[in-house]
């Protein structure tokens, strides 16, 4: 049967290729995050198709797609979970094609949501189908999400589906987010966004004695928070034993480094701002950060170091815009075995489990206490300028999802 599946994918090499590069035309950044005529798009191959869906659409111009079909035999239900919706695309000049052409040259094709996601959320819809096709050989339930609104946190995409919708459920989750050949991911770090607002009486420039700068408040205040990257966080022992096992992939996949940031807390100054006027002592300073909190860290024991910090600055106030965990799953799950088995049959490549840098939909099914996994094509130039997937990478991509939800859906216990 496996042999059958890859078959078809291969029948179908110019068909997948041609759909992405169909989808990759149909704009859908968010912001503004209007996805009608992408998830359109999907719609009109699973009519095609005669395989049925329904949209769940909680903000009409953000619909949410989910098909589903039980086998005739019990068994696990696994979910397959894709975002239609892309970065925006800024004036760049330097784009090779057009942002929106879904251009193919040398073995690559390009445009804005090539890699982040349409090549995966491509790859799940045809897996669907074709698992489809064999549902009298399958155990158990396989379920199709097709959501909006991931690029904004996806309060009325994933988040709303698990808050409000439990056949989406599951008892496993494949994400088809773009991870490169040597990685699944099995977790990933929190973030926590703050404004730190400083406020000081303000003079005019020459008196300087008359007040604090609030700028200058702020300068000493940034490199003060320096301390928080440096706070000991102790990771669960299978965690560690992962990441120490990937340091190879990890530093291949993030970059250099990667391995020493991961399991550390990071902290980026987004936006620091203040001042009216070059002869003004500035009343007022703000502070954006961007921290990351790895698995083993929690906002609690942040914040409470912030505010060790903070004592020594009462000109200081701080607001929190945005939190969400760290969140991790089994790395030793079945599904996870059943993608790194087929990864290196079809590529050569066994991927390790990691934990990843950026935050996915897959945390709303972590924080229900349902696995889930990320394994997808490498994200060249993801958000930037002539963003592209290699076209090997994606079609190898749909071979390892089809494989694996067919073992999944097969093996003994399911």
């Keep these: ?229 440096k706070l000991t966080v102790d990771l669960p022992v299978p965690v560690r034993r992962a990441l120490d096992a990937a340091h190879e992939e990890l530093e291949r996949t993030f970059g250099a480094g990667a391995t020493g940031v991961i399991p550390a807390i990071s902290l980026n100054v987004g936006i620091m701002e203040g001042g009216v006027k070059v002869n003004m002592i500035p009343s007022r300073a703000r502070i954006e950060l961007d921290i990351r909190l790895p698995i083993g860290a929690s906002r609690e024991y942040l914040m409470f170091e912030l505010q060790r910090i903070l004592r020594g600055y009462p000109q200081v106030t701080v607001r929190e815009a945005y939190h969400t965990p760290a969140n991790w799953c089994d790395p030793a799950h079945p599904l996870l075995r059943f993608v790194q088995d087929n990864a290196r049959q079809v590529t050569g490549i066994m991927p390790k489990p990691v934990v990843s840098l950026g935050g996915t939909d897959s945390r709303f099914w972590r924080f229900n206490g349902i696995p889930a996994f990320i394994y997808g094509v490498t994200p060249h130039n993801m958000g930037a300028f002539d963003e592209h997937v290699l076209v090997d990478e994606f079609l190898n991509s749909v071979r390892v999802y089809t494989l694996a939800a067919y073992d999944y859906l097969t093996a003994a216990g399911a």
């Excluded at 995966?120 to 189908?129: D, E, H, L």
């Design 1 to 229: 049967m496996k042999e059958q599946l890859l078959a078809w994918i291969e029948q179908d090499r110019d068909r997948l290729v041609d759909f992405l590069s169909r989808f990759v035309q149909v704009p859908s950044p968010n912001p503004p995050g209007d996805t009608r005529d992408a998830m359109a798009f999907v719609q009109a191959h699973l009519d095609a198709a005669q395989m049925p869906y329904r949209l769940i659409a909680p903000r009409p111009a953000m619909p949410n797609l989910v098909a589903s079909f039980d086998a005739p035999h019990p068994g696990r239900h696994l979910v397959l979970n894709g975002h239609v919706d892309v970065f925006p695309v800024s004036e760049d000049a330097r784009w090779s094609f057009p942002p929106w052409s879904g251009a193919t040259a040398d073995g690559k094709l390009y445009g804005r949501g090539a890699t982040d996601m349409k090549a995966g959320t491509t790859a799940i819809v045809f897996v669907y189908g074709y698992l489809h096709r064999i549902r009298e050989q399958l155990r158990g339930t396989l379920t199709l999400t097709c959501v909006s609104d991931e690029e904004t946190f996806g309060t009325w995409g994933s988040k709303y589906l698990v808050e409000n919708h439990p056949e989406t459920h599951g008892d496993c989750v494949l994400n088809a987010e773009p991870s490169g050949p040597y990685c699944v991911r099995f977790g990933e770090k929190g973030l926590l966004w703050l404004e730190l607002i400083v406020e000081t009486p303000g003079a005019h420039g020459a008196y300087a004695h008359m007040s604090e700068s609030a700028t200058k408040v702020a300068a000493r205040l940034v490199g003060d928070l320096e301390q928080l990257t």
